[in-house]
């Protein structure tokens, strides 16, 4: 297969000189940080872009999910998904809060709705649903339950760059989403993230709170953090978001051209859309059942001999981690569905550039 690796996600780069003109900008004004010029242009460039009201720009989606928990005030107990990367149920440790687990729809790999309310007590404040690998969660189902017992509810949308529904952005549910625009995301600024709000007093709330508490010189609201984006950061922002329609396409006729390959080979199955009338195809998830030949770490190992770097994305549980395994809600029997997708998924490489012939060698490989 070559001597590079292949992993299971390479970041779009645009090419270089196009950066120039906006590294030129920032030389001669010499305003790095602190909501410059190209934070403000990039916020603006997101909001019409994806079609959202408000949006606060951060230096890591982690520190946004951090931030997020802060602005709502939100205590006691959180009801979240186990089926995801450990910065979302690490966000509610960093605020005091208690992660409770329920378990997810293995249809869909979100978070179940059907199972949500059981796991409700006077404790629960808020719901942090996923939209797993970009596909959108029940999004009405979760908003009925919150708007039943009072509950708010903070999307991780960490996946979900530019995925709409029927009627827009998938963003603008719930009270907050939180996207990431880490290296290996769909839309990347090296590092960052961003927290998407329905109205400007939330935003400038989240404002202050990234930037230490600060209003003016003098004054200091709230405990806040230092969550900023950098003016090279944003520029980075502001050119790739001229390309990402373009690498969209490309991970869209990946995934298509592994469907076709992938079809009909037993004990292999993709991962349906979840009806989103746009997907972002940020991932592309194989779950490998007991018909196949061998097993998903056989297979995993057998693609990585081949020099191909797939990931098991997630495994293992966050409720298998140390700092979690003790919470009742992290008992096997409560998350199934959850134990059932982490043993068997495997994220196939999907990155703008992926040569057609490489799709085909691993495909093949899978098949054979
Ligand atoms: N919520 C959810 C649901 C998330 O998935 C994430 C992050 C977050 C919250 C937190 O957002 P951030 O604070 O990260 O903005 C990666 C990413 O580090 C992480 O951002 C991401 N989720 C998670 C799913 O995946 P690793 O440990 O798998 O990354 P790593 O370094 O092994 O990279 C994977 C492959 O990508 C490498 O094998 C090679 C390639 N790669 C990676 C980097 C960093 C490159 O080609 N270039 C690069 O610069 O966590």
Redesign the pocket.
Known sequence: MGDKPI?????YLPPLEEFMPYLEQIWASKILTNSGPMHQQLEQALCDYLGVEHISLFN??????LTALQALRITGEVITTPY??V??TH?LLWNGIKPVFVDIDSRTLNLDPAKIEAAITPQTTAIMP?H?YGHPCEVEAIQKIADNYNLRVIY?A??AFGVQDDNGSILRHGDLS?L??????VFNT????AIICPDEKTKIRIDQLKNFGHVGETNVVAPGINGKMSEFNAALGLLQLKHVDYAIDCRKEIDSRYRELLAGIKGIHCLNDAGEKRANYAYFPILVDENYSITRDGLYQKLKDHGI?P?R??YPLISGFSMYRGLPSAQHGNLVAAAVAACQVLCLPIYPGLATSLIEEIACLIKA
């Open positions: 992993y299971v996600t390479q970041p890591n989606g982690t520190i946004a999910l995801s990367f910065a979302t966000s996923v797993c991780d960490a996946h939180v990431s625009f880490h290296a290996t995301k090296f590092e960052g993230g770097h990931r994305y997630f």
